[in-house]
């Protein structure tokens, strides 16, 4: 379902537990958009939970790139809000001790760079509709398509 991802060459991944600071543990960069992965350890268990993405494509033809907070995929992760008008930064942490899942691995790709201007709102929504073909429904924190 991932292999999509492959040919972008700028990306990683980090782990999140309910305890740390996700705006220090983020390694994500401040200056690109992408899409982000979560995977969530459950019960000695890794599940796809989340599929998201930070930009859009300009009028231009170019990428959009979030400014505001620490910027670009990072701000992303850290601020966007989740389960409510809450930052992830807060509201992972609390979700996490909810459902009991024990840690959290990111993985984030820049969809653009000098060979691919993709935008990153177009392949999460491809991600998203794979996910969804092969299992029946969306990532369990993902609400829509």
């Not at 990683?12 to 600071?21: A, K, N, T």
């Not at 993405?53 to 995929?73: E, N, P, T, V, W």
């Not at 001790?97 to 993709?118: C, F, G, M, S």
Request: aromatic content about 12%; overall charge positive; some cysteine.
């Amino acid at each position: 379902m991932l292999d999509d991802l492959t040919k972008y060459k700028q990306h990683d991944h980090f782990f999140f537990g309910q305890r740390d600071d996700l705006k220090n543990v983020c390694n994500a960069p401040t200056d690109k958009s992408g899409v982000y992965i979560v995977y969530a350890l459950t019960r000695g268990k890794v599940k796809l939970y989340y599929i998201g993405c930070s930009g859009k494509l300009k009028k231009d033809g170019s990428i959009f790139i979030r400014k505001a907070g620490l910027g670009g995929i990072k701000d992303r992760i850290v601020n966007g809000h989740q389960f409510g008008k809450v930052p992830r930064k807060y509201s992972w942490p609390m979700q996490m001790k909810i459902e009991d899942v024990e840690a959290l691995d990111i993985y984030w790709y820049v969809t653009h760079d000098e060979k691919y201007i993709d935008c990153p709102r177009i392949i999460e929504n491809k991600l998203l509709q794979k996910h969804l073909d092969i299992y029946g429904r969306l990532p369990k924190w993902n609400k829509e398509l």
